[in-house]
């Protein structure tokens, strides 16, 4: 098992920057890959961005290219998400989630993954 909570969401203006924070217990967390989903009210949730459990392999949605950046801290137990010019459309709860995985590999979709965290406010106002 592996229980995750996410911190660091808020209410910013268009163009700040806010640091997600998704802190792991359990297991060993450099055992599972990462990711970051994100779900605005009334549409599903969608894929944000992941890391391998070692962190040598990272993949964006088109729409956060150059503006996030995904990492980990596997000796913190942490993984982050690194939000800068957000956007009013990036409004959403923005949830960790972590998958068990014996290589460099990095999981873009929601059934990939085996735990969740309860998730995190962003909200951009413009």
């Known amino acids: 098992q592996v229980q995750l909570v996410e911190s660091g969401g808020g209410l910013v203006q268009a163009g700040a920057s806010l640091r997600l924070s998704c802190a792991a217990s359990?297991?060993?967390?450099?055992?599972?890959?990462m990711g970051w989903f994100r779900q605005a009210p009334g549409k599903e949730r969608e894929f944000v961005a992941a890391?391998?459990?070692?962190?040598?392999?990272?993949v964006y949605a088109d729409f956060v290219k150059g503006r996030f950046t995904i990492s980990r801290d596997s000796a913190k137990n942490t993984g982050f998400l690194q939000m800068n010019s957000l956007k009013p459309e990036d409004t959403a709860v923005y949830s960790c989630?972590?998958?068990?995985?014996?290589?460099?590999?990095?999981?873009?979709?929601?059934?990939?993954?085996?735990?969740w965290g309860q998730g995190t406010q962003v909200t951009v106002s413009s």
């Open positions: 989630a972590a998958k068990f995985s014996s290589g460099a590999y990095s999981y873009t979709q929601r059934g990939d993954y085996d735990y």
């Open positions: 359990g297991r060993t967390f450099s055992s599972f890959a």
């Open positions: 890391i391998s459990r070692g962190g040598s392999s990272t």
